[in-house]
């Protein structure tokens, strides 16, 4: 294949890719506050499987139960501090995000809270494939490390 060809072809794989982002949001708004977004949302959907189970909403299993707290463990353990930049709060970006701006305070206990959630996270990692009772015992640490941080450091 000549130039020309190759050429064509990275400008049209480029375009697409671009119109693919653009569709899917990531060109708009802070790139920060959109990950920090997207890991919330995935926070959310691990917690509505396992938290389904506790609940008894849905039956319980093993081994979704251990894979889903491996997932919400694997999250809370990811480096974030880019997502947490300062300048990303809703004194900045206004409706872009819920992110308050006492995060960035001093004297601000949301890094511990976040330490929190990894132990907290790593217990119901060890329990959920255990049994029903030892899940449910073990993601009410986890349920109250995230309603801390949103209570302290969530717009409403």
Known sequence: ??????????????????????????????????????????????????????????????????STANNLLALAMMHQD??????????????ETRALPSIWEDGSRFGDIGVQLIEAASQLAEAAGESQDAMRGAIRGVGGACSACHRNYRQR
């Open 1 to 66: 294949m000549n130039f020309s060809k190759h050429f064509a072809l990275m400008v049209s794989a480029l375009t697409l890719a671009g119109a693919m982002l653009a569709h899917a949001g990531g060109h708009d708004g802070n790139p920060a506050a959109n990950a920090r977004q997207a890991h919330m949302k995935l926070y959310a959907f691990n917690l509505d499987v396992i938290g389904a189970m506790a609940k008894g909403e849905v039956d319980y299993n093993a081994e979704i139960a251990r």
């Open 82 to 95: 880019a997502y947490w930049a300062p300048g990303t709060s809703t004194v900045e970006l206004g409706n």
